[in-house]
């Protein structure tokens, strides 16, 4: 068996020593006689798993004492609904960055709930690119302001947060835990585990926890935050396998070193957008340089220097594919290239990709 | 390693065969270099589960054509909600049986949505059962009429199922699977997954699909059902490894047939209730006959024959701990001693609970 290299955008790699820990304890975890599959969320033995995987997302990201960590269900596209839900009060309004796909979907869920004022619009820019931060009028008076990140199918990012009078919301879906933020600048972050933190199936909130307190009562129950910080993220059942490959790979992080990681995220990316730029026009990236993804490298072929051409993108994905290189195909909505170097991606599959790449160009340019 | 008897109420024990299988597949799945917690959900590798994890739910259920079946996230938590969101339209009103627990947190959530006629009450009974269904006055008029197959807290099931006018909603989360059903005579089926379809963080929903096609397209995406089933529940990215063991686990109820596991269901609690009816009143089942669950065996420990005594329980819980019997206790809500026999518990470990019991009631009656 040889690992091939995984460019998949979510679910996406895992740190090979994660998988090896889970394999070996899959029937009998830590000498319980059971699977974690099969053990009680009630269990000491789930239990310990569920702590340290908070503690370690705490340590690890700065959480302040009046936060909160939980560990829900339902993905970026359920808070998409619960943020408006819990955050918007009636007669109330909310500032939205709209700057892509993901974004878009947020905006499309808090408009069913109240008051949206889109602040920032880059959607349907070419290239790529965020709106830019000192261009931004917030609505004084708006119950939040919410922005994503990194936006996974444009390969856009931004590469630092405006500070607002009014609780910032982040989806931190593809980039949470690449780089260093300071979370006492958010009133609320969230994101899908199946990037950098776990499997699908998870997803991590990190909301302070006056902010959420006087929710209505009339809301599902499940949907609001207040439920799930009084239960511990607890209240039912919670996906137990999912959290516990979660806590592996937080203890993961821990051991590889935090900072060390994060400038490594940094070589990766420059290493890619190095090659593009270095490729004479052959390989063009889609974003603005200064909003680059240091997650998402998105990239056309332009064998003449300037025009994309689908089939010899086809040709390159096919290439690469048998080359052992997976999950390079564009999203289905844009076409071209992508390349998501995760936290846990190898350096040596950047490597390989490079020299790919212009081995590629040499006989397709 | 030895495995030990695993009696939790879910999460729960899963087949032997279907650990083994995840474990030898756990790095490499089917030969893709790549785990399936890293596979996107728009791979082939993954869409062959996802597929086959369906059809073997339609297939063993009988699932009619015009029934969809989803695989969400959330659990029977979120159903509460979402059930009387997509069916109960405004100034209507739904009959719910409230038959324990379960059933009870469902009530709650849907006073939230609409108006709820409680058309049985048994919350409370001692000893534990259902309503009886001769009994229930249905509402002329009514969205929809709730269940819950089975009450897992209380160990009472109900053995058939009301005719009824309205569409018939059932929570079967704690018996799913676990005994012959007609489909077509209900609007809408639900179930956690973690006690008899796999691990805890996927949820199976079967339901008519013109009975949700109106739902308001007011609702959260996330809360329609009709956006899962248009998006063949991968609208968003679904728990992938989840359904993955859920996969595995109907391929294990294909593989040992279905009849054979139905029949053996049964046999499994006759056994156990046998064993607390000749125990002379030492061991006394908590649920009326007629409504003792074949998947939930609840009871107490009356050493005299007359009153339970909870020392004498905890002796037994830790005894049989000790012995390789684990989740005996009783929800923490109700006390006393619960044995969870679901589809995969062993027949060879109801025999063996049956003589430490007879052995434990030897030392201490």
Do not use: C, T
């Given at each position: 068996m040889s690992r091939i290299y995984n460019f998949n955008a979510g679910p996406a790699v895992l740190p090979l020593e994660v998988l090896e820990e889970a394999q070996r304890q899959l029937i009998d975890f830590n000498g319980t006689g059971m699977s974690l599959l099969e053990?009680?969320?009630?269990s000491k033995a789930y239990d310990a798993v569920h702590q340290e995987a908070i503690a370690n997302i705490r340590e690890l990201m700065g959480v302040p004492e009046d936060y909160a960590v939980l560990l829900l269900q339902g993905g970026a596209s359920t808070q998409f609904s619960m943020v408006p839900m819990n955050l918007l009060p009636a007669g109330g309004s909310a500032d939205y960055i709209d700057s892509g796909s993901w974004s878009h979907k947020a905006v499309k869920e808090a408009v069913k709930v109240g008051t949206v004022n889109i602040i920032g619009n880059t959607v349907k820019d070419i290239p790529t690119r965020m709106p830019d931060l000192e261009t931004l009028k917030f609505t004084p008076g708006a119950a939040y302001v919410h922005l994503t990140s990194n936006e996974t199918i444009a390969g856009a990012q931004y590469k630092s947060f405006p500070k607002t009078e009014a609780p910032l919301v982040a989806?931190?879906?593809?980039?949470?835990?690449s780089r260093p933020f300071d979370v006492?600048?958010?009133?609320l972050i969230y994101a899908g585990?199946?990037?950098?933190?776990?499997?699908?199936?998870v997803t991590l909130v990190i909301v302070k926890k006056d902010l959420v307190a006087n929710a209505p009562e009339s809301l599902p129950t499940m949907l609001r935050y207040q439920t799930h910080i009084d239960g511990d993220s607890l209240y039912n059942t919670p996906p137990t396998f999912g959290i516990y490959i979660l806590m592996l790979v937080t203890r993961w992080v821990k051991a590889f070193g935090k900072e060390k990681l994060f400038q490594q995220n940094i070589d990766k990316a420059a290493k890619l957008y190095a090659a593009l730029d270095g490729s004479n026009g052959f390989f063009r990236g889609t974003a603005e340089k200064q909003y680059r993804s240091d997650m998402n490298v998105t990239f056309r072929i332009c064998p003449d220097g300037q025009t994309p051409n689908e089939d010899v993108e086809k040709k390159f994905i096919a290439e690469a594919t048998a080359a052992g290189?997976?999950?390079?195909?564009?999203h289905r909505s844009v076409g071209g290239l992508r390349a998501s170097i995760y936290n846990?991606?190898?350096?040596k599959g950047v490597d390989d990709l490079v020299a790919f790449m212009k081995n590629f160009q040499d006989k397709n340019a």
């Open positions: 053990s009680s969320h009630r989806d931190m879906s593809s980039d949470i835990l006492s600048q958010f009133g585990a199946q990037k950098n933190l776990g499997p699908s199936g290189f997976a999950g390079l195909k564009g846990a991606f190898p350096v």
